[in-house]
């Protein structure tokens, strides 16, 4: 057995909540790690909007198809280029996330014990988090 782990036993200060920094930091790494998981998927998405062509059928432009289009911008211009622009990409996520995560937490805690402290409340606390980073 691994001994208690519910959230109230997370935290050395016997609050189920952490501090704001280690949400702040949390959402730094989430936020860059989810940037640049999906960076392909973005430079390709950005790519297909652009294009004018269409992109699927018998006409289909340069690009056609997100899987072809990973695959075509990977073999003509290298596997690294597919993370080309994650750099700026994470600036705005190193920026925006620590925030959005921090105002949650911070949220959470000001609701806890009160009627918003539940399912609604967690989504309530995300919409106000996002408003707060924007």
């Known amino acids: 057995v691994h001994g208690d782990l519910s959230p109230s036993a997370s935290c050395s200060m ?9 949400e702040a930091v949390s959402g730094l790494v989430a936020g860059v790690a989810s940037r640049t998981v999906t960076a392909p998927l973005d430079l390709v998405k950005i790519r ?8 699927v059928g018998a006409r289909a432009g340069y690009y056609a198809g997100m899987l072809r289009s990973l695959v075509k911008v990977a073999r003509q211009e290298g596997v690294s280029s597919l ?9 705005l996520y190193m920026t925006f996330a620590p925030v959005q995560f921090a105002v949650f937490g ?7 014990g009160s009627a918003l402290d539940d399912e609604y409340g967690v989504l309530t606390g995300w919409g106000a988090a996002g408003l707060g980073a924007a």
């Open 83 to 91: 993370w080309r622009g994650n750099v700026a990409g994470n600036m």
């Open 48 to 55: 297909l909007q652009l294009q004018i062509e269409p992109t």
């Open 14 to 22: 016997g609050s189920r909540h952490s501090p704001p920094w280690k």
């Open 106 to 112: 911070e949220l959470r805690r000001r609701s806890a």
